[in-house]
């Protein structure tokens, strides 16, 4: 990175730091705009629904486009498949040329997660060297994004296209901050598709030094009801993983909890709970009740023979078992609730479209299985359908990268 790009980074952070949250990106875009005479910048977040962005805008004392909200405007830009979708899909710049000036818009994401895009016109064509300074930019903006929205509902309320219910509103808090994260070892990506009553689903990740811990849950019922019970059993099971608990030992732990403090009598939740050692691939999964993991290896799907286990809180004085896979390199390992199963839904033959989707990279794949579910099922599923995709590669250590994305990895054909 030559000195003048440098200072302009420093420039822009600075510009960030300065300026209130909901103003940060718009010093930032401004910091941008002057560094390369652009004649306008713009940022375009993804929308919750994955399947479009969202154009966020002031506009102080004037009706803008779409959804307002005191002085803020959210345009939504439904995918079409063209250039700006495609850019999000395979995580590579597109310039378009215009009449008087080009566009040229970067992928803004950070260790896999799109976030969204960076949308630049420019008097002149850019060369590679100038996409490549742009994508760098729009890298770093990635972490100004994520810094800043933890102080602000700005960048969530343009998120979201349909407005949440108060279950809805319980469930979005369960769920990790970023639905991908890609490693040196693996890519990990989760989906949920909200019923139009939620039905209790999560799913969780974190990434140790040398060990993926992941969980898929699904608490039983619908409303505020199930979302408290799936309350108690993320916030359980976050607790023992951070006290470096076995997944028996969060088993248990998440057993009482949910028996003692439902606020249902008989309350349950069905759960299959992961510890993948980066290292070797060793992958130590437990089943409580729960619809049972799929392998993807080798073009053939294999639903995973683990030991039986009631759900979650079903019975306080149940027991709990493991059982253990090796991990290859090139499997997938997916796991989905019965949202994906249930009803209309059912008619989706799963392992012929985890086939399918199989080149994807799992952030693509995870979308795409749902949209899969979606045109059987209709618009509105009778019950959450969450998935969780995870790529093993092995080779745990540093990834190689470009502007936050590991484009080696499966992605989505260009076209």
């Given at each position: 990175m030559?000195?003048?790009?440098?200072?302009v980074?420093?420039?822009?952070?600075?510009?960030?730091?300065?300026?209130?949250?909901?103003?940060?990106?718009?010093?930032?875009?401004?910091a941008?705009?002057?560094?390369?005479?652009?004649?306008?910048?713009?940022?375009?977040?993804?929308?919750?629904?994955?399947?479009?962005?969202?154009?966020?805008?002031?506009?102080?004392?004037?009706?803008?486009?779409?959804?307002?909200?005191?002085?803020?405007?959210?345009?939504?830009?439904?995918?079409?498949?063209?250039?700006?979708?495609?850019?999000?899909?395979?995580?590579?710049?597109?310039?378009?040329?215009?009449?008087?000036?080009?566009?040229?818009?970067?992928?803004?994401?950070?260790?896999?997660?799109?976030?969204?895009?960076?949308?630049?016109?420019?008097?002149?064509?850019?060369?590679?060297?100038?996409?490549?300074?742009?994508?760098?930019?729009?890298?770093?903006?990635?972490?100004?994004?994520?810094?800043?929205?933890?102080?602000t509902?700005?960048?969530?309320?343009?998120?979201?296209?349909?407005?949440?219910?108060?279950?809805?509103?319980?469930?979005?808090?369960?769920?990790?901050?970023?639905?991908?994260?890609?490693?040196?070892?693996?890519?990990?990506?989760?989906?949920?598709?909200?019923?139009?009553?939620?039905?209790?689903?999560?799913?969780?990740?974190?990434?140790?030094?040398?060990?993926?811990?992941?969980?898929?849950?699904?608490?039983?019922?619908?409303?505020?009801?199930?979302?408290?019970?799936?309350?108690?059993?993320?916030?359980?099971?976050?607790?023992t993983?951070?006290?470096?608990?076995?997944?028996?030992?969060?088993?248990?732990?998440?057993?009482?909890?949910i028996?003692?403090?439902?606020?249902?009598?008989?309350?349950?939740?069905?759960?299959?709970?992961?510890?993948?050692?980066?290292?070797?691939?060793r992958c130590?999964l437990?089943?409580?009740?729960?619809?049972?993991?799929?392998?993807?290896?080798?073009?053939?799907?294999?639903?995973?023979?683990?030991?039986?286990?009631?759900p979650?809180?079903?019975?306080?004085?149940?027991?709990?078992?493991?059982?253990?896979?090796?991990?290859?390199?090139?499997?997938?390992?997916?796991?989905?609730?019965?949202?994906?199963?249930?009803?209309?839904?059912?008619?989706?033959?799963?392992?012929?479209?985890?086939?399918?989707i199989?080149?994807?990279?799992?952030?693509?794949?995870v979308?795409?299985?749902?949209d899969?579910?979606?045109?059987?099922?209709?618009?509105?599923?009778?019950?959450?359908?969450?998935?969780?995709?995870?790529?093993?590669?092995?080779g745990?250590?540093?990834?190689?990268?470009?502007?936050?994305?590991?484009?080696s990895?499966?992605s989505?054909?260009?076209?």
């Open positions: 030559e000195d003048s790009e440098q200072i980074l420093a420039e822009m952070l600075q510009s960030a730091e300065d300026a209130a949250p909901v103003e940060a990106v718009e010093a930032v875009t401004g941008i705009a002057s560094a390369l005479n652009a004649l306008g910048v713009s940022l375009l977040i993804a929308d919750l629904s994955g399947r479009a962005l969202v154009r966020l805008t002031h506009q102080p004392g004037a009706d803008g486009p779409g959804r307002l909200q005191d002085e803020e405007a959210a345009e939504v830009l439904p995918f079409d498949g063209g250039p700006y979708e495609q850019a999000v899909r395979n995580q590579v710049p597109q310039v378009l040329p215009g009449n008087d000036r080009w566009r040229l818009l970067a992928p803004v994401t950070e260790r896999g997660e799109a976030i969204g895009l960076l949308e630049i016109d420019l008097p002149d064509e850019p060369d590679a060297e100038v996409i490549a300074r742009v994508a760098r930019t729009a890298h770093a903006l990635a972490f100004v994004i994520i810094a800043n929205r933890r102080h509902d700005l960048f969530e309320w343009g998120q979201r296209s349909t407005p949440f219910t108060l279950s809805a509103e319980i469930q979005r808090r369960l769920l990790p901050p970023s639905f991908t994260c890609e490693a040196g070892a693996f890519t990990l990506s989760g989906w949920l598709e909200p019923a139009a009553s939620v039905g209790g689903d999560t799913f969780d990740y974190s990434v140790a030094r040398d060990v993926l811990h992941v969980s898929v849950t699904d608490a039983m019922g619908h409303g505020v009801a199930s979302a408290l019970t799936a309350t108690l059993g993320v916030g359980s099971l976050r607790n993983r951070r006290r470096g608990l076995s997944l028996t030992a969060q088993a248990d732990e998440a057993n009482s909890a028996a003692r403090h439902a606020n249902i009598r008989g309350a349950y939740v069905t759960a299959v709970l992961g510890r993948i050692d980066l290292p070797t691939g130590e437990l089943n409580a009740g729960h619809v049972p993991p799929i392998l993807v290896r080798d073009g053939r799907t294999t639903a995973l023979e683990l030991p039986g286990n009631f979650l809180g079903m019975f306080p004085e149940a027991g709990f078992r493991s059982g253990e896979i090796a991990l290859r390199p090139g499997d997938r390992l997916v796991v989905v609730t019965d949202g994906m199963r249930e009803r209309n839904a059912a008619d989706l033959d799963l392992p012929a479209a985890l086939l399918d199989a080149p994807l990279h799992p952030r693509e794949a979308r795409a299985l749902s899969a579910v979606l045109a059987i099922a209709g618009p509105a599923l009778a019950d959450d359908a969450t998935l969780m995709i995870i790529d093993w590669y092995d745990h250590g540093p990834r190689r990268t470009i502007a936050g994305a590991d484009l990895r499966a989505v054909p260009p076209g």
